[in-house]
């Protein structure tokens, strides 16, 4: 009846024996779940967890290497233990289609100038707000932060008005431009408070030295940011790349960014997966190497701006 | 931080040109987007007559819109608590793991890639049929593991034939049958496939001493056999649960053989035969997941599996800054490991829990690719969101940009709180 008899482990000898004779003899149910924990259970659960969450990836990629007919028949766990049905023949016909290769174009020419555009701009502002004394600096600061968290859905509409007045509505440059403003807030706040931390004296030993402020910026301010800029690159690229509420209202039907292309698959055809696995997995491909390569940054990255 | 201790009093030129590309940008595509979309939403969907707040009563009122407002109340509230939660669990377990950093890296990422794959992918894993969607393929497996699944889910008695369906389901020979008399049970309508394996069909025995009979599949190819006959090609049905009742009672039960035959002892005798429900009972399927009762929390459980992630690692780094000593300190007085973590890791993780609960908040708040890529058209409006309502509302055909507006206006307002604080927090930081 005693309770040390029905744990299976007890992760400390000591207090076991000597509570024997008195006192309440039940430990709560949480305290054997944790002692439980420490062992080989959750070993156990992690793996079980961690191929789990693996699991609709794996089920994705898989598909994209399987025939629509066997799609459409079974289950691409079937796939594993039938060699027969791999072929990279929807990848061929994925990549014979123009439209599809067209809007593989369409994102790397949104997403790189967006990237470098609220790198670029950010970074000017931040140093600004960092290192210039200005009438009105904190004040303006404080707005940029304030917009940290606005939701771009209360830019759609206004913003396709004015886009439609300045004829850059459904154009490249319009979903450029709409990301790069949104990236701003968190750019700003972001590198101002890694260029407040440069030590004084660089800069001014700089500008002894008869440095002018852009040169200083160029030569000192980003090569010192390096850190801080990699992540916001990373975030940014990420962000733009994956978008697709914002290439869906602005960027041009006819030649849209991969997200677009495929959700636009979607609702014409349905579920038809021979298609859509591949696609998916390609725009997959480079966040998942980006996601590899500069975890660290990412993670920084992801960890600063989630707030967006 | 860095006021008051700027180095240059910059001329107001430099100054402005550094400044002036960032808020050029912000001026014309956040601020006055944001003035815009307020008056906007006072107007009616032409933009020309102004008509108060009724733009924002009609998010209130409208069906649609309300079904959407509460879908929006689901997700702030259960994708949140549901990612943390998992991310605090992830994070506690994996402390002392050494191959940990494997785990982590194969939750976290999902956060890489975009909304529209990881709608794509499940959109597979919610697939119907279990012999494609992995989720229904998982759920039959662990419901037949635990309920036995029917062997003839199609068979029906021959319309105008001894056996009559009774209303729970089950096939009622009326005449009763008397020891010694076969009787002959003919069922149809089982598809051919499923017969692959079925013996031919054995007329029963008629023993004296005994209740036979045979349950069989009346039904010749091309329609050259007898009705309530066992002609020679006709196939047996095996496995099927017999019942003899009297008055309403079980007397005796049995199950046919592999030839269709079954005998029940003399007890049987004058008593009816009844073929039980559980043996024509269709397969069970699986979950309509994409269907309108559960198609939200299906599509939350997808963003949970793209955001518990993230939450684990904020978590996991706000762990790592637990100062060690405070907990051996807790333990040595004797506190167990779940003592420790609920009254110590817990409160001091606090401000993290907080932070990341707040900005999933957020983040839910404005979902849309995900519903949008998810749901089939057919159950959108029952998984839709309020982004997704706006994005309805303002583009396409019938677009009430008021309405969007309205909307847009709704969503900035509940971020007001998050805004404050985020700037109160700055004020602070900069007084010091």
């Known amino acids: 009846m005693t309770a040390p008899t029905m744990t299976a482990h007890v992760p400390d000898p000591a207090d076991a024996p000597a509570s024997a004779p008195a006192g309440p003899q039940r430990r709560p149910w949480g305290e054997r779940l944790a002692s439980l924990a420490s062992g080989s259970v959750v070993r156990v659960i992690l793996v079980v967890v961690g191929v789990l969450w693996l699991l609709p990836t794996a089920g994705l990629l898989v598909s994209s290497f399987r025939d ?91 913003v396709a008005r004015l886009f439609n007045t300045l004829g850059i509505f459904e154009t490249t440059a319009g979903v450029v431009l709409f990301h790069s403003a949104f990236g701003l807030p968190f750019a700003i706040f972001l590198l101002r408070n890694f260029f407040a931390e440069i030590p004084r004296e660089l800069l001014e030993a700089a500008r002894l030295d008869g440095a002018g402020e852009l040169r200083l910026f160029f030569r000192v301010v980003l090569p010192l940011g390096g850190p801080a800029i990699a992540a916001l690159a990373i975030f940014q690229f990420m962000w733009v790349w994956n978008d697709m509420l914002v290439a869906l209202i602005f960027a041009d039907a006819g030649s849209p960014p991969m997200t677009v292309a495929l959700q636009q698959e979607m609702r014409q055809f349905g579920s038809n997966f021979d298609v859509l696995a591949p696609g998916a997995f390609l725009t997959m491909l480079i966040p998942l190497a980006i996601f590899f390569a500069f975890q660290r940054q990412f993670v920084s990255g992801v960890m600063a701006g989630a707030v967006k | 931080m860095a006021s008051g201790k700027a180095v240059i009093r910059a001329r107001p030129w430099v100054a402005a040109s550094f400044l002036l590309p960032a808020l050029l940008l912000l001026g014309a595509l956040v601020v006055y987007p944001i003035g815009y979309s307020i008056q906007r939403s006072l107007f009616d969907a032409s933009g020309d007559s102004f008509v108060g707040l009724d733009n924002f009563k009609e998010i209130f009122t409208n069906d649609g819109i309300r079904t959407a407002l509460k879908n929006n109340l689901i997700w702030i509230v259960v994708a949140p608590t549901v990612a943390t939660a998992l991310g605090l669990i992830f994070a506690v377990l994996t402390e002392r793991v050494r191959w940990a950093t494997v785990f982590k890296l194969v ?11 990881a ?107 007898a009705e309530n006959t066992i002609d020679p090609e006709e196939l047996a049905l095996s496995g099927i649960k017999v019942e003899a009742v009297v008055d309403g009672r079980v007397v005796a039960d049995t199950k046919t053989g592999d030839d269709g035959t079954f005998t029940l002892p003399a007890e049987a005798d004058g008593a009816q035969l009844r073929l039980t429900s559980d043996n024509f009972t269709s397969p069970y399927n699986g979950i309509e997941w994409l269907g309108p009762n559960v198609v939200t929390p299906a599509i939350i459980a997808s963003y949970v599996w793209m955001w518990a992630g993230f939450a684990m690692v904020l978590i996991a780094a706000g762990l790592a800054s637990v100062p060690r000593e405070t907990l051996e300190a807790a333990r040595v007085d004797g506190a167990g490991e779940w003592q420790v973590f609920r009254r110590i ?88």
């Not at chain 1, 990848?91 to 470098?116: C, H, M, Q, R």
């Not at chain 1, 004040?139 to 939701?151: C, I, K, N, Q």
């Not at chain 2, 939750?107 to 794959?117: D, Q, R, Y």
């Not at chain 2, 998984?383 to 206006?409: C, E, H, K, P």
Request: charged share 15%; net charge negative.
């Open chain 1, 68 to 158: 629509p007919r066997d799609i459409a028949s079974t289950g691409w766990w079937e796939a594993l233990t039938d060699p027969g049905q791999w072929s990279f023949s929807n990848y061929d016909s994925l990549l014979g289609n123009e439209k599809f290769t067209g809007s593989v174009w369409t994102t790397v020419a949104i997403t790189l100038p967006a990237t470098a555009l609220v790198v670029v701009v950010g970074a000017l502002a931040a140093y600004a707000f960092a290192w210039m004394d200005f009438p009105g600096r904190d004040w303006v600061f404080l707005v940029v932060v304030g917009l940290l968290v606005v939701p771009i859905q209360v830019a759609l509409i206004p």
């Open chain 2, 119 to 225: 709608g794509i992918i499940f959109r597979m894993v919610y697939e119907q049929n279990p012999d494609r969607g992995l989720a229904n393929a998982l759920a039959t497996t662990v419901h037949d593991t635990f309920a036995e699944s029917s062997g003839w889910p199609d068979a029906e008695p021959r319309p105008g034939g001894p056996l009559t369906v009774e209303e729970d389901g089950s096939y009622l020979l009326t005449e009763p049958v008397t020891a010694g008399t076969p009787a002959l049970l003919p069922l149809v309508a089982v598809p051919q496939p499923q017969l692959s394996d079925a013996e031919p069909a054995v007329a029963p025995s008629g023993d004296p001493g005994e209740v036979s009979g045979t349950v069989w599949m009346d039904f010749t190819r091309g329609g050259a056999g």
């Open chain 2, 345 to 432: 890791t817990v409160p001091l993780l606090a401000p993290v829990l907080g932070v990341v609960f707040v900005t999933l908040m957020i983040n839910v708040l404005k979902i849309f690719d995900l519903v949008y890529v998810i749901a089939p058209s057919s159950s959108q409006a029952d998984a839709n969101v309020l982004a997704l309502q706006l994005y309805l509302s303002s583009f396409g055909t019938g677009a009430d940009q008021g309405v969007g507006s309205a909307i847009a206006v709704f969503l900035l307002l509940l971020v007001v709180p998050v805004m404050i604080v985020n700037l109160r927090r700055l004020r602070r930081e900069n007084q010091r």
């Open chain 2, 107 to 117: 939750v976290f990422m999902p956060m890489a890639i975009s909304m529209l794959a």
